[in-house]
């Protein structure tokens, strides 16, 4: 048994793997100022809730785009777990080229996506990664990460603009039954959800022009399914693909 960490901005999701398929998952809040007596009882705690024994766990695989967190999650895991952690680096990942000209700024995360993805569909491929900020990921029909975008993140959107505008309200954001909205929700679901529909698709087209017509389209993420659902491109939907990426990195690479 084995945990593999997602930690991003916003949230971290805990897959927790038995027997090489995923027994539990989780995501809590991404705290800035966590300690790691903190951190390690969070997740002593998590494992209670489902009656699992901390000396069952061997290891845990991490992917982090908050690199200040690193020494505090791996301080904690072995703290309260006794368990070692490897990080995923773009840089040595084992598994994918950067066919990009600045591999150090890549995200681990983007790197786990195009594991996960190339063990499940194959390459080529776009994987559209709906997290605190939305995420392009080109790859190849070896699995080589060819580059991508990055767009903001609908909600994140409508915060900043609520902030800044004092007459618009905090929506919970939804597909609207029409483009024409007649309230100050309406208005705002169809700015947002249908104006980030609309340029998803856009981009969408913009990969496949750029690519192939054919390219198969992923996404993955907290959002990831709302787009799928309204989305014709969008081919897949795997809620916590880059949780699985790290299970298959540990698999193929990791030596613990």
Known sequence: ?????????TNITIGCFRGGKLFRDWRVSTIQGITEDEFGLKILSLLETIEIDKLDVEDAVVSSVVPYLNKTIAAGLMKYLEVPTKFLHPTENGVVKLEVDEPSAVGPDRIATIIAAMEK???PGLIIDFGTATSFELYSEEGSFLGG???PEMETSLQALVERAALLPEVELEVPD????KTSADNLNSGFVLGFISMIEGMIARFQESFTSDLPVIATGGR?????EHIDAIDYYEEDLVVQGLKSWREHVVEM
């Open 1 to 9: 048994m084995f945990l593999a960490l997602d930690v991003g901005n």
């Open 121 to 123: 569909y194959g390459g």
């Open 149 to 151: 975008a990055i767009s």
């Open 178 to 181: 029409s483009v024409v909205g």
């Open 224 to 228: 990831g399914k709302l787009f799928y």
